[in-house]
């Protein structure tokens, strides 16, 4: 065989393989008192905007695209749900002692002002959370007033 077609033999041999690895369902029930949106009930754009843009990642409840059933798409996203909610997770954020939630709120905005979240990676394949720079400062002027 000549080298090419090895190597295509193995990256197939690869991507078959790797869909054994099992896929994780970021799915549980906590105290919907302590939730973000519960405790804090912004204007129903907002809450649908911040629900769309920032849960997947952010909270207990991951609404999973079907691609997700195909590794090595799930492992990629299980990391950046692992990752997102240990700095900040909206499931738990009645948890937080005030001066955290203070601080999230802070980071949240400038993170919303800035661009940087939600993750480029995300909102390529999720157009529904591209927020528009009208609806970024939307979402940053309501966010401080909470501050
Ligand atoms: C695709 C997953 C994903 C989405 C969607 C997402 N984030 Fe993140 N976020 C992460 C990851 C991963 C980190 C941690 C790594 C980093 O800071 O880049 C993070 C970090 C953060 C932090 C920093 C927390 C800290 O204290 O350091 C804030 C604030 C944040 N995100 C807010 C948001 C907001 C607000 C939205 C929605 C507008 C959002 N994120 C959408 C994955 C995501």
């Given amino acids: 065989m000549k080298g090419w077609k090895i190597a295509v033999a193995v990256i197939l041999v690869v991507l078959v ?11 549980k029930n906590t105290d919907q008192g302590k939730d973000f949106l519960t405790m804090y009930a912004p204007p129903a754009r907002i ?4 629900r769309t843009a ?3 990642c952010h909270s207990n409840h991951t609404v999973y695209p079907w691609y997700n059933m195909v590794q090595p798409v799930a492992m990629f996203m299980e ?3 692992v990752q997102g909610k240990k700095k900040l997770n909206l499931s738990e954020f009645g948890g937080y002692s005030s001066r955290r939630q203070r601080s999230k709120l802070k980071s949240m ?3 919303i002002e800035d661009g940087d979240m939600p993750l480029t ?3 390529l394949l999720h157009r529904n959370a591209d ?3 009208q609806e970024r400062r939307t979402i940053k002027a309501w966010i401080d007033t909470k501050i």
Avoid: E, K, M, R
Wanted: glycine share 6%.
């Fill in 121 to 123: 990676s995300y909102t």
């Fill in 54 to 56: 920032c849960y997947d």
């Fill in 79 to 81: 990391n950046h749900i």
């Fill in 47 to 50: 809450g649908t905007l911040l």
């Fill in 109 to 111: 905005a400038s993170q």
């Fill in 131 to 133: 927020l528009s720079d």
């Fill in 17 to 27: 393989g790797i869909q054994w690895v099992p896929t994780h369902s970021n799915q």
